[in-house]
């Protein structure tokens, strides 16, 4: 099995910044990407942004390009997000997932979850 932990996430104003960080243990050997979802109150789980493996990928929502930033290194079971410019409709509960096998950046391709930290933006 795999273990993920979350840190980082809170209370910030709009077009403030928060950084987030994700350290996966176990039987890690087998991660080929890292990734960060989040979901809203009433919404869905949606792709925020990932790495594969050397970073042969690198995927990020659109409504999140030029404000986050993800990076880590998935052979060292680490990722980050750094997130400027927040917007009240960041607000959510963020996840820290990892998986073996990926062909695509739906939540549904991961395999292991983190516990999830909330970001919350207020305007």
């Known amino acids: 099995q795999v273990q993920l932990v979350e840190s980082g996430g809170g209370l910030v104003q709009a077009g403030g910044s928060l950084s987030l960080s994700c350290a996966a243990s176990?039987?890690?050997?087998?991660?080929?990407?890292m990734g960060w979802f989040r979901q809203a109150p009433g919404k869905e789980r949606e792709s925020v942004a990932s790495?594969?493996?050397?970073?042969?990928?690198?995927y990020y929502l659109d409504s999140v390009k030029g404000r986050f930033t993800v990076s880590g290194d998935v052979a060292k079971n680490l990722i980050f997000l750094q997130m400027n410019s927040l917007k009240p409709e960041d607000t959510a509960v963020y996840y820290c997932?990892?998986?073996?096998?990926?062909?695509?950046?739906?939540?549904?391709?991961?395999?292991?979850w983190g516990q999830g930290t909330q970001v919350t933006v207020s305007s």
């Open positions: 997932a990892a998986t073996p096998l990926v062909t695509s950046d739906q939540p549904t391709e991961y395999r292991y």
């Open positions: 176990g039987r890690t050997s087998s991660i080929y990407a």
């Open positions: 790495i594969w493996s050397g970073y042969t990928r690198t």
